[in-house]
Nanobody, 124 residues
Framework: QVQLVESGGGLVQDGGSLRLSCAAS????????MGWFRQAPGKDREFVAY????????FVAEPVKRRFTISRDNVKNTVYLQMNNLKPEDTALYYC?????????????????WGQGTQVTVSS
């Protein structure tokens, strides 16, 4: 069992930056693909980014690829999402997720473990 705890969300102005962190319990963290998803009120959960177990492969969704960066520290059992030039449309609850199969996937249903989410609100 893996527990994921997100932090770093908050209220920021249009154009601001935030760095989200997701701390994971369990020794197997370094073998998992990690992903970030977000869900805005009234909308479906949306893929944001994933990173392979080693950190060598990353993929960021097109709407945010020029502004968001995903990274991980397997010593600290933590994955990060650096978000720059935030826009009001980025407002959402951001979740991290772990895929124990190690497959690189953008589909939420493929991920096995989820955190509770951290709220990001961008004011205009």
């Amino acid at each position: 069992q893996v527990q994921l705890v997100e932090s770093g969300g908050g209220l920021v102005q249009d154009g601001g930056s935030l760095r989200l962190s997701c701390a994971a319990s369990g020794r197997a963290f370094s073998s998992y693909t990690m992903g970030w998803f977000r869900q805005a009120p009234g909308k479906d959960r949306e893929f944001v980014a994933y990173i392979s177990w080693s950190g060598a492969s990353t993929f960021v969704a097109e709407p945010v690829k020029r502004r968001f960066t995903i990274s991980r520290d397997n010593v600290k059992n933590t994955v990060y999402l650096q978000m720059n030039n935030l826009k009001p449309e980025d407002t959402a609850l951001y979740y991290c997720a772990a895929d124990r199969s190690g497959v690189l996937d953008t589909t939420a249903s493929r991920y096995d473990y989820w955190g509770q989410g951290t709220q990001v609100t961008v004011s205009s």
